[in-house]
């Protein structure tokens, strides 16, 4: 069975940092291709970012908003993405969900329950 | 940038047929995908490719696709069907995922 663990959420002030980390199982971690998308409060989904696994070059791709600020990595001898953020804004306040990448058309079909970060001073 | 447009909401009476529209140009040549989310739940994905159903959704759940539009479809509608719908393309020339704004299914 497909697991997506995230952590890392949590209250953190305007301009500082934050790793989330989301440990996955039930699959071959090295092969997937990842994402994370968040939601704001009573908002929609707003893609952040992908990594390509490693045999397909482990590049990254990022929105718009948050592609000088946050960088995703993975370590597959963990079976674990990251999600580091920085220089955080109010606006980046969301629940950030971690999701597989499947297929031609990048359907996200694996996700996990999501971490809340808060920023806020 | 492309843009993905959803109304926001769409009402249904049990047992009726739920369409939900997904706007966006040349939408079916991105393959377009679809997510139900409910309240205070992860997304879960209903239909990918456009018209193709990962194992475990019911038969009467839907996509298609027509021109600038794409379609998630939603027969015999019950109560547990009340939920968030989005829709979802890649979009290549620019490298990016986008989601539409999500349409809030009502079950009468």
């Known amino acids: 069975e497909v697991q997506l663990v995230e952590s890392g959420g949590g209250l953190v002030e305007p301009g500082k940092s934050l790793t989330l980390s989301c440990a996955a199982s039930g699959f071959t971690f090295k092969n997937a291709w990842m994402s994370w998308v968040r939601q704001a409060p009573g908002k929609g989904l707003e893609w952040v970012g992908r990594?390509?696994?490693?045999?397909?070059?482990?590049?990254?791709d990022y929105a718009a908003p948050v592609r000088a600020r946050f960088a995703i990595s993975r370590d597959d001898s963990k079976d674990t993405l990251y999600l580091h953020m920085s220089s955080l804004k109010t606006d980046d306040t969301a629940v950030y969900y971690c999701?597989?990448?499947?297929?031609?058309?990048?359907?996200?079909?694996?996700w996990g329950l999501g971490t809340l970060v808060t920023v806020s001073s | 940038s492309y843009v993905l447009t959803q109304p926001p909401s769409v009402s249904v009476a049990p047992g009726k047929t739920a369409s939900i529209p997904c706007g966006g140009n040349?939408?079916?040549?991105?393959?377009v995908n679809w997510y139900q989310q409910k309240p205070d739940q992860a997304p879960v994905l209903v239909i990918y490719?456009?018209?193709d159903r990962p194992s475990g959704i019911p038969e009467r759940i839907s996509g298609s696709y027509s021109g600038n539009a794409a379609t998630l479809t939603i027969s015999r509608v019950e109560a547990g069907d009340e939920a968030d719908y989005y829709c979802q393309v890649w979009d290549s020339s620019t490298n990016h995922l986008i989601f539409g704004g999500g349409t809030k299914l009502t079950v009468l």
């Open positions: 490719y456009n018209t």
């Open positions: 990594i390509k696994a490693k045999s397909a070059g482990g590049t990254t």
């Open positions: 040349n939408i079916g040549s991105k393959g």
């Open positions: 999701t597989t990448v499947y297929g031609g058309s990048y359907c996200l079909d694996y």
